[in-house]
T-cell receptor, first 113, second 109 residues
Framework: NAGVTQTPKFQVLKTGQSMTLQCAQDMNHEYMSWYRQDPGMGLRLIHYSVGAGITDQGEVPNGYNVSRSTTEDFPLRLLSAAPSQTSVYFC????????????FGDGTRLSIL | SQQGEEDPQALSIQEGENATMNCSYKTSINNLQWYRQNSGRGLVHLILIRSNEREKHSGRLRVTLDTSKKSSSLLITASRAADTASYFCATDGPYKYIFGTGTRLKVLA
């Protein structure tokens, strides 16, 4: 099925650990993005990419790293997990950034102890 | 900072009634989008309205846009229990989408 696939769906980490959240899309979308969703805060943009090899920071990039080596994949790395990074993370893609509808994955629920 | 602010934050109605939620934003836009999020799931795109459009329909959904007031409204007619979800507006920015904080809609059977 075409769409955005995020793995894992759930993860528990200890403070200071690192991990990578995976995101893949099979719609040949140029634009991909990562958001975090916290209660009462809506979605906040962490990083985005307008194509392979091109990434940029969003509203809340600190503590996160991204790369885009292929059109299909856009992993999000937590360098040293902190309790403040406990959140639900969503990956999304669209044909063109800012002007076209986004397709979202079902999220990764991350808890940092 | 959030560009869009939805109002109300929460809404509870009976099945068959209409539901209206509003979105206000701060800066000029090229387009505004509405998304639905069911509990535990990702967001699903509902409708996109461009800045030169005033009204758009899609099935039971009606979206209006007033660029002079920097506001949009989403009307769901003849609501169903399956419409229970959170609804978000999103405005465009340079290569970005900026989301509001959402309206939680509960439709009672």
């Amino acid at each position: 099925n075409a769409g955005v696939t995020q793995t894992p769906k759930f993860q528990v980490l200890k403070t200071g650990q690192s991990m990578t959240l995976q995101c893949a899309q099979d719609m040949n979308h140029e634009y991909m993005s990562w958001y975090r969703q916290d209660p009462g805060m809506g979605l906040r943009l962490i990083h985005y990419s307008v194509g392979a090899g091109i990434t940029d920071q969003g509203e809340v990039p600190n503590g996160y790293n991204v790369s885009r080596s292929t059109t299909e994949d856009f992993p999000l790395r937590l360098l040293s997990a902190a309790p403040s990074q406990t959140s639900v993370y969503f990956c999304a893609s669209s044909l063109v950034g800012g002007t076209m509808p986004q397709h979202f994955g079902d999220g990764t629920r991350l808890s940092i102890l | 900072s959030q560009q869009g602010e939805e109002d109300p934050q929460a809404l509870s109605i009976q099945e068959g009634e209409n539901a209206t939620m509003n979105c206000s934003y701060k800066t000029s836009i090229n387009n505004l989008q509405w998304y639905r999020q069911n509990s535990g799931r990702g967001l699903v795109h509902l409708i996109l309205i461009r800045s030169n459009e005033r009204e758009k329909h899609s099935g039971r959904l009606r979206v209006t846009l007033d660029t002079s007031k920097k506001s949009s409204s989403l009307l769901i007619t003849a609501s169903r229990a399956a419409d229970t979800a959170s609804y978000f507006c999103a405005t465009d920015g340079p290569y970005k989408y900026i989301f509001g904080t959402g309206t939680r809609l509960k439709v009672l059977a």
